[in-house]
């Protein structure tokens, strides 16, 4: 009995003893970054083995911040059932897997999320042929949709909404509603947008296909730490920051060396040639023009994964800043 | 007196290929119905698959000559009346697929784990072996040199499990699982048949609790459950989490087997030992176990089989074996929609495995004459 009281109060102890990730981050001398088994333009491995992908760059620039060197992090691969076990009990330092910020995960389950590096959506894929422009004239369908998550829950308000009926085909994975689709078995496809547009790149034909423009949920994707550590937090939360305040301002890994004696105060205090920002986090003072340098602004890492130059063809919609038209928004660095 | 020598010769219908086509393919209309039909199947089938898989398929380049890099060069994507599958990115990929993540200038120490795998198994293959006591041996210390070279220690770099992955986790999971759940399989099967209440009734508490629950469930106890369990300093590692998980699961399912061949062993046997003054388990070492074990290869070798299929379920925790690298490649945007190649050439591997495997059985069954005559011979 006594053994087994010490052993609950060691595991209250490692419950507690979780402040400090960053120093827990800097002794190990790498970071555990928690991503998917594999999402395209996400994070999937490349043919070198390497992670590549919008959420593997996010873990790339929290390490190149800690430690200056982009190599510095080991990903660890979760699945949409292990992610939060495997973030709570100290496997990972933070994860950054498509994860929906919801209140229930932000709060219930005790995690932090510290910004969004994807607004997603909810959408529905057609083929062209069936000559339908927008959701609203489904009437009647055939809607595969994948069971036991939020997009069936969505579906059924939307349809409700409108007044109009479905059938819903009822599948397990992207795989199998994409043959479905393909098959002709479902006339539509729904699931989240980022999903419908590899669903559609993976296509023989792509143009066969449709994504239809509304979007009838929000989805906003972003990386998340454990509640309770302020500290490590803010960092997550600033390295992502500080690639959306890049592309504000300009700043790219091409010119960012020029820009080192650049006159606008914010990217000087964003480079870390004026002010002592880095170490207020407890990191270098030049973490931000590390991270832009081996990693990118956000629209580079935009551009480079998912962006309408790749087969993913997602063009920036939500996700451009609020200067153009979009609702990317970062706090003023300062 | 010429003609009574004569060996009059056996109806040309009853021998040779006609003969055997007759009794086996043609015997009755309903046989010749169902044996013209399949045929016409594969008529159908054989041609396309061969034409698919290979006269028509990319390996490497695709029809223009060009060595291919993503899928939007492959041939068939190029254009669609033209090509099969397109093996290239198995090709591009077999690195990862065979060892997963592991650095380059290490993989050397799992090429030469691979090769003494072979080796280790081959006194256990083949009896008639020369100097087959000293490969026993070096079968026995197998795991352990295993172990420092894939992991590290001993002077080897450590690599961390998270970097193993495809061939290597399905393998290192398949053999491991396969290898330790055969003794502790035997010792829970003679527990549960054993006379002393507690030993019994634990075993088949352990039995019936292990088999009660799908292996999804004791994969994510493992990974989930037990961290909680351990004190924040002593991490487990998530590949071992996972095997212990695998080994408990296929000790149940061994253990039953087991205990299937130790009832059909006669009580004489028992009688015949006990009366010779032998021990407990000098009476289960050299009399029962010998023969239980032996009628039940078939069903060992099926459920080994079962298992080492059942470690692609790995992928529900995270981690990649070679159907998760599979899964993995599906999701690079250079490889999307590639899901036929890679599907079938994960199925290629694992059929390779359990075919083996298969076919050793039948060899063992031969061998050792299973099913004849027990306990009478």
């Known amino acids: 009995m006594k053994k087994l009281l010490s052993i609950f109060a060691v595991v209250a102890f490692a419950f507690s003893a979780h402040a400090g990730t960053l120093d827990d981050v800097k002794n190990r001398g790498f970071l555990k970054c928690g991503v998917t088994t594999g999402l395209a333009g996400f994070a999937a491995p490349d043919d070198s083995g390497e992670w590549a992908g919008l959420d593997a760059d996010m873990c790339r620039a929290v390490a190149v911040a800690v430690f200056g060197d982009r190599s510095k992090v080991e990903f660890i691969t979760t699945t949409g059932k292990s992610r939060f076990p495997t973030l709570a009990s100290g496997e990972v330092d933070m994860l950054a897997r498509n994860t929906t910020w919801t209140i229930s995960r932000d709060v219930n389950l005790g995690f932090e999320f510290v910004g969004v590096n994807f607004y997603d959506g909810q959408g529905f894929m057609v083929p062209s042929a069936l000559g339908v422009s927008s959701a609203t004239e489904l009437d009647g369908a055939t809607v595969c949709i994948q069971t036991g998550t939020t997009t069936e829950l969505n579906l059924a308000d939307f349809f409700r909404l409108n007044g109009i009926s479905y059938e819903a085909l009822p599948i397990e994975t992207n795989d199998e509603g994409k043959e479905n689709l393909f098959a002709g078995r479902c006339d539509v496809y729904t699931t989240d947008a980022s999903g419908l547009s590899s669903t559609r790149a993976a296509a023989s034909n792509p143009d066969k296909w449709k994504v239809l423009p509304e979007i009838i949920s929000k989805e906003p994707l972003g990386p998340l730490v454990r509640h309770g550590d302020h500290q490590w937090g803010d960092v997550v939360r600033w390295s992502l920051n500080a690639m959306i305040i890049a592309e504000e301002l300009g700043v790219t890994s091409e010119n960012v060396d020029a820009q080192m004696s650049s006159n606008v105060p914010e990217v000087l205090r964003l480079l870390g040639v004026e002010g002592n920002y880095g170490e207020m986090l407890e990191l270098s003072n030049d973490w931000a023009y590390q991270i832009i340098k081996q990693i990118g602004n956000y629209s580079e890492s935009y551009e480079a994964n998912v962006g309408p130059d790749t087969p993913l063809e997602i063009a920036r919609g939500l996700n451009a800043l609020w200067t153009q038209g979009g609702i990317l928004y970062a706090p003023p660095f300062r | ?377």
Request: glycine share 8%; charged share 15%; aromatic share 16%.
């Open chain 2, 1 to 377: 007196m010429n003609e009574m020598n004569e060996v009059r010769k056996p109806p040309v219908a009853t021998t040779g290929i006609i003969g055997w086509l007759r009794i086996n393919l043609f015997f009755n209309w309903t046989n010749s119905l169902i044996t013209l039909f399949v045929i016409y199947c594969l008529y159908q089938f054989i041609p396309w698959i061969l034409d698919w898989t290979i006269f028509s398929a990319d390996f490497k380049y695709n029809y223009l000559g060009e060595q291919i890099t993503n899928q939007e060069m492959c041939s068939r994507n190029l254009d669609p009346e033209n090509g099969g599958a397109c093996w290239a990115v198995i090709y591009v990929r077999f690195y990862q697929f065979i060892y997963g993540f592991y650095p380059k200038v290490e993989v050397w120490r799992v090429n030469v784990a691979y090769a003494m795998l072979a080796l280790a198994l081959l006194p256990l293959l083949y009896a008639k072996l020369p100097y087959r006591k000293y490969f026993l041996y070096f079968t026995y210390i197998f795991p352990v040199i295993a172990y420092f070279l894939l992991n590290g220690g001993l002077g080897f770099t450590e690599v961390s499990t998270n970097k193993w992955g495809g061939l290597l986790v399905t393998l290192v999971l398949g053999c491991t699982g396969i290898a330790l759940a055969f003794p502790i399989g035997i010792m829970l099967a003679l527990g549960r048949r054993s006379k002393l209440p507690v030993i019994s009734m634990m075993c088949t508490l352990f039995i019936e609790f292990i088999r009660g629950v799908p292996l999804i469930t004791l994969l994510f106890f493992g990974m989930v459950m037990l961290p909680l369990f351990l004190p924040e300093g002593i991490d487990m590692d998530g590949l071992v989490r996972v095997l212990v998980a695998v080994t408990l699961f296929q000790s149940a399912y061994m253990a039953e087997v087991i205990r299937g061949g130790l009832q059909a062993i006669p009580p004489g046997q028992y009688e015949a030992a006990k009366s010779l003054g032998m021990s407990y388990w000098r009476m289960n070492l050299l009399i029962i176990l010998p023969q239980a074990i032996r009628i039940s290869i078939p069903p060992i070798v099926n459920t080994s089989i079962g298992l080492f299929k059942d470690t692609t379920l790995v992928i529900i925790v995270g981690i990649l074996d070679l159907l998760g690298i599979g899964r993995g490649t599906l999701a690079d945007t250079n490889w999307l929609g590639l899901s036929y190649e890679i599907y079938f050439f994960v199925s290629l591997v694992f059929f390779i495995f359990t075919f083996g495997m298969s076919r050793y059985s039948l060899y063992l069954e031969k061998k050792l004459k299973t099913g004849i005559n027990m306990g009478a011979d």
